[in-house]
Structures are given as structure tokens and as C-alpha cells.
Nanobody, 114 residues
């Protein structure tokens, strides 16, 4: 069974930084895509950043220039470096893995205080 475990969330002041990690374990044979989504209270889940198996990245306009997604294939791990955090970045951040099926982590809370 494939499992995704996120870590690195927490409480940070505006302007600060956090680094999220997502480790994938289990019978993963071929990862096509990994991404980070977030969901704030009362809002829909939205894509924050994604990275393909070839290393191509994409970002939501709201985080471009502030967030960086990266991965370590040997460790089946994807990272999200978040800099210059804003209160509007407050949300639960979820890791997503696209292989033959789609898998989700349970999320990690990020709270940015003003």
C-alpha cells in the first residue's frame, strides 16, 4: 500500500520560511508527477506546485517567486521550500502522487501569523 507522509508544517510569522517534505513509501513502480496542494478553511483545495518525473515544475501564480518544489528520486521525497510567507498562505498542505493511481497524504498545517 502506497503511503505519503508530510512533515514540516507549523506556525511562522509573516515573512518567514518553512520547508515541507513528503515521503512516499510502498509499492511505487513509476511516479509520473508529484505535487503540493493546499486547502484553507472554507475554500477549495488548490494546486500550489507540481513537478513531473522529468523535473519540470509548475506553480500557482500566488506563490511564484516565493515557493520552490524539488524532489529526491532516490528517497521518493518531494519538498516545498516556502519563503516570504504571507497570512494568506495559511492552509493545510497536502502531498499528491500520480502513478498508476492517485495518492494523497493526510496533510500538514501551515499557519502564518501577521
Amino acid at each position: 500500500q502506497v503511503q505519503l507522509v508530510e512533515s514540516g508544517g507549523g506556525l511562522v510569522q509573516a515573512g518567514g520560511s518553512l520547508r515541507l517534505s513528503c515521503v512516499a513509501s510502498g509499492p511505487i513502480f513509476s511516479i509520473n508527477y508529484m505535487g503540493w496542494y493546499r486547502q484553507a478553511p472554507g475554500k477549495q483545495r488548490e494546486l500550489v506546485a507540481g513537478i513531473t518525473s522529468g523535473g519540470s515544475t509548475s506553480y500557482a501564480d500566488s506563490v511564484k517567486g516565493r515557493f520552490t518544489i524539488s524532489k529526491d528520486n532516490a528517497k521518493n521525497t518531494v519538498y516545498l521550500q516556502m519563503n516570504s510567507l504571507k497570512p494568506e498562505d495559511t492552509a493545510v498542505y497536502y502531498c499528491n502522487l500520480e502513478a498508476y493511481y492517485s495518492y494523497w497524504g493526510r496533510g500538514t498545517q501551515v499557519t502564518v501569523s501577521s
